[in-house]
């Protein structure tokens, strides 16, 4: 494994990028040109820079899955950023295990991981290479002469991109390296605690909303960031804010969600007959879901393609052990047999829950031997098929988009806010995803049904490590699934771990980083 090297002097791998994300026809910039002022020198070269920005959520580098990753030293599958998200996020929970011998992977779900975990490690420099990126492309573009129609909104969708990354390590490692497009390129970062990082946040949110030029909700097309994209995170801070900050912030993420509310977004509720349309979210022309679906990360199948993303979901979750669970029903070539639902998870669906979407037959309920791919019922939520029930693309790649920021997260958190004593109209939100789910309203709000419905609505969608921890759950012993803690039964685990800690190698190598909870590692 390579030592990190900050990646905030990432200003010639910049320089090489290309993409097919959010349908921009664009071409590589020269390899061998290796400055800016021979590279960014019109709009199509800064929107080619800008594109790789994005790419770095989709893809583990600039060549596509079989191409060279763009962290050296890093696995190019195992280090793409959403597999790397899903690892930390879904792994640990009641939702999830996985039942590869993948060097340390069965220890999230054991919940057991320690300070230099390689997947740790993978995705903590994967959310540092993405703020780099971000970085880079805002300061050239700022400090060029280059003028053109598109310059400060591109500049805002890089700073929401950036803040995106941010949003990931606020709530997985709470502290560390912070850099913006000021920072001396090629210096160690200064190291930033929780609760500045949760201000910078807050500040850079607000004013992409209220000052800048970034394009209103879904003004410059589907899977680009805009104004729309910026509320929902700063929401999810407000959201969180008592774990980020120790106050509360209910009424400041209501009324952030009462404007995202007024913005035209609604649930995706008509479907075009093969798949209900819950499930068409998450298939492979889930980009005509514009109605509900914030922000997505795009997969095409043919030219932006990984191991990771989409692609891990879907092969992974198809148990090729099983032959009562076809491949080609799911529209791939072969399964995985990595990912399994628990039995407390999967108890929360009632039979006719249009969310209900698993695979029983030939499979054990109980997960006895985690290791064993037949234990535990397999997912069927995301599909590399199409709304007419056709072929995707390909089948050894998928096309379906990971849809990361969703309207129905949006109704679902208004109801949490008004539960914890907001004003908002939570009640009618809730139960407007409960309808589209096809199971009964409910006449008040708890927020014990509030967690279930989130685990309902958001499974294999990496937002459910961050709601149990907000919900006292995730280490606690409150509540148990198998093998929490490494114990079939399931046990409390020391608090510590509701963070991840900062890799070894990076506190290291720069002395201002200062971990979040790091005794709890010791």
């Avoid at 910049?14 to 071409?27: I, P, R």
């Avoid at 803040?163 to 930033?192: K, M, Q």
């Avoid at 209910?250 to 007024?262: F, G, N, P, T």
Wanted: hydrophobic share 40%; with cysteine.
């Amino acid at each position: 494994m390579k030592t990190l090297k900050y990646i905030i002097c990432a200003t010639l791998a910049a320089f090489t990028l290309s993409s097919c994300v959010w349908d921009l026809n664009v071409t590589p910039i020269d390899p061998n040109a290796d400055t800016a002022d021979k590279v960014l020198v019109d709009e199509a070269a800064f929107e080619a820079l800008l594109a790789g920005v994005y790419t770095g959520y989709a893809t583990p580098g600039y060549y596509g899955k079989d191409g060279g990753p763009s962290l050296s030293g890093l696995d190019g599958g195992a280090s793409q950023y959403i597999r790397g998200l899903y690892n930390l996020n879904e792994l640990p929970t009641d939702e999830c295990t996985n039942s590869w011998n993948d060097g340390t992977i069965k220890n999230f779900h054991w919940m057991n991981w320690t300070t230099d975990d390689g997947f740790i490690y993978s995705f903590y420099s994967r959310i540092y290479l993405q703020v780099a990126m971000a970085n880079e492309f805002i300061r050239e573009a700022k400090a060029s002469s280059v003028e053109f129609a598109n310059k400060e909104e591109f500049i805002a969708e890089a700073r929401v991109l950036r803040a995106l990354a941010y949003l990931h390590a606020i709530d997985n490692f709470g502290n560390g390296p912070f850099a913006d497009e000021t920072s001396i390129v090629g210096a160690n970062p200064d190291g930033i605690s929780r609760a500045d990082l949760f201000v910078w946040l807050e500040t850079e949110l607000k004013d992409l909303i209220d000052n800048s030029v970034l394009a209103a909700p879904r003004g410059n097309g589907y899977a680009r960031a805009d104004k729309g994209v910026a509320k929902f995170l700063l929401a999810k801070l407000y959201l969180n804010a008592e774990v980020y900050t120790g106050t509360a912030k209910w009424q400041e993420c209501a009324d952030v969600l009462k404007d995202l509310m007024d913005d035209g977004y609604k649930l995706h509720t008509t479907s075009a007959g093969t798949y209900n349309a819950y499930q068409e979210l998450f298939i492979a022309d889930n980009q005509r879901c514009t109605d509900e679906i914030i922000f997505a990360v795009e997969q095409d199948g043919v030219n932006t393609t990984s191991y990771g993303a989409t692609n891990y979901i879907i092969f992974g979750s198809t148990i090729g052990d099983n032959p009562t669970m076809d491949p080609d029903e799911i529209g791939i070539t072969s399964g995985w047999s990595g990912l399994h639902v628990t039995p407390q998870f999967y108890d929360k669906f009632a039979a006719n829950d249009a969310r209900n979407l698993f695979h029983t037959e030939g499979q054990t309920k109980d997960i006895i031997d985690i290791g064993n791919n037949l234990n535990g019922y397999a997912f069927k939520k995301f599909l590399n098929r199409t709304s007419d029930g056709g072929y995707a693309k390909e089948k050894g790649s998928v096309d379906t988009d990971f849809p990361m920021m969703r309207y129905a997260d949006v109704l679902l958190m208004a109801a949490e806010c008004q539960a914890r004593g907001a004003s908002i109209d939570g009640l009618s939100a809730f139960n407007q995803v409960r309808a589209r789910a096809g199971i009964p309203a409910v006449s008040s709000l708890s927020l014990d049904e509030i967690i279930d419905e989130r685990g309902r609505e958001l499974y294999q969608e990496c937002w459910r490590r961050s709601d149990l921890v907000r919900f006292g759950l995730f280490t606690t012993g409150k509540y148990l699934w198998q093998w929490k803690g490494d114990v079939y039964e399931g046990r409390a685990v020391d608090e510590g771990r509701n963070v991840y800690p900062i890799p070894d190698s990076d506190l290291l190598a720069n002395s201002k980083l200062v971990p979040f909870q790091h005794e709890y590692y010791k």
